[in-house]
């Protein structure tokens, strides 16, 4: 594969400004109508030949935002650019040439009917590049680029293993040479002995291809470890968002430091974490007024339940917190 220019690393490839997305939903059993806030107001950056991390709880919005930035939704409001361009005035066929998802279940994500050679190569064939036996070449690189032998290529998924078949899903998602690899949650359906495997296949063809990524995850530890940058995502906002040492090594949002406190120590006497969250869940059905957070907070304040926090910068990162120095 022929490798990306390492050029400005800090120019936004893929950019999300004030994105907002709403969904029209049945609640109860006489299907009254009301609004899922999915996203409200978000701002992402994905530069060019960058690992971005994305985190947040289940239900806060990671997987719409995925979608809006592959240009399968539409946002409610705000936009989605390719290069300062906006992805919802460019042919679909375009931006699936410069942006590829990576999906997280290699067993769902895969035809299992289809060859591993017809799976992989379809991309080529769908955007018209080369013929059969360049075809052929081109899909035998991408085995030997993710590590399978070239006799998979005339097997089917179901006589591979999870991580043998998530590595066919990442081969496809390059054989158009993408800029960017849109990854969510892309080893949670492996196994832990897997896992590692393919953490370090992104890395290895992210310094080898130089192919930017989101990469989306609730484990904390894969993403301080996979990512440059990292945006913490809460009820639909992005609460905190910088440089990913920076950001798990000092957070500066509530929600960031109770996320840190989650991750489990191999140390047997430490127990369970106490997040210090209460008992209130949040509701994109129902969002609070003034700070999102406020109702799981320790430090929240009148202020914060009536006033919500503008996102400014503290410490070299954007925070959404009114207390955050």
Not at 18 to 33: I, M, Q
Not at 97 to 126: C, E, H, K, M, T
Not at 215 to 243: C, K, N, P, W
Request: glycine fraction near 8%.
């Amino acid at each position: 594969m022929t490798a990306i220019p390492q050029t400005d690393r800090t120019a936004p490839l893929v950019e999300a400004t004030a994105v907002t997305r709403h969904y029209r939903v049945s609640t109860g059993a006489f299907g009254h109508k009301a609004t899922l806030h999915a996203l409200s107001g978000v701002d992402l950056s994905i530069p060019r030949g960058a690992v971005v991390g994305l985190v947040g709880e289940s239900g806060s919005g990671k997987s719409t935002l995925s979608r809006l930035l592959l240009g399968l939704e539409t946002p409610t409001a705000g936009r989605v650019t390719l290069e300062g361009r906006p992805i919802a005035e460019i042919p679909r066929k375009q931006v699936a040439r410069r942006i590829q998802p990576v999906f997280q279940d290699p067993y769902s994500s895969l035809n299992p009917s289809w060859r591993v050679a017809d799976l992989i190569g379809l991309p080529l064939a769908v955007h018209g590049i080369g013929d059969g036996p360049s075809r052929a070449r081109r899909v035998r690189e991408l085995l030997d680029l993710v590590g399978l032998p070239g006799r998979v290529a005339d097997a089917y998924p179901a006589a591979l293993s999870g991580g043998q078949r998530q590595r066919v899903a990442i081969a496809r998602a390059l054989a158009i040479e993408p800029e960017v690899l849109i990854c969510d949650e892309p080893t949670s359906a492996l196994d832990v002995s897997v896992q590692a495997q393919i953490l370090n296949l992104l890395l290895d063809l992210r310094r080898e291809t130089g192919v930017a990524m989101l990469f989306i995850s609730h484990d904390l530890a894969v993403v301080e470890h996979m990512t440059d940058r990292v945006a913490v995502l809460y009820l639909g906002r992005v609460v905190e968002q910088g440089a990913t040492a920076e950001v798990f090594n000092a957070p500066k949002h509530p929600y960031t430091a109770a996320l840190k406190a989650s991750v489990l120590t191999p140390d047997d006497a430490a127990g369970l974490p106490d997040l210090a969250l209460g008992t209130v869940f949040p509701n994109p059905l129902d969002p609070p007024a003034g700070c999102r957070f406020h109702p799981r907070c320790l430090r929240a304040t009148d202020r914060c339940r009536t006033e919500a926090p503008a996102t400014r910068d503290v410490a070299g990162r954007r925070v959404e917190c009114h207390w955050a120095e």
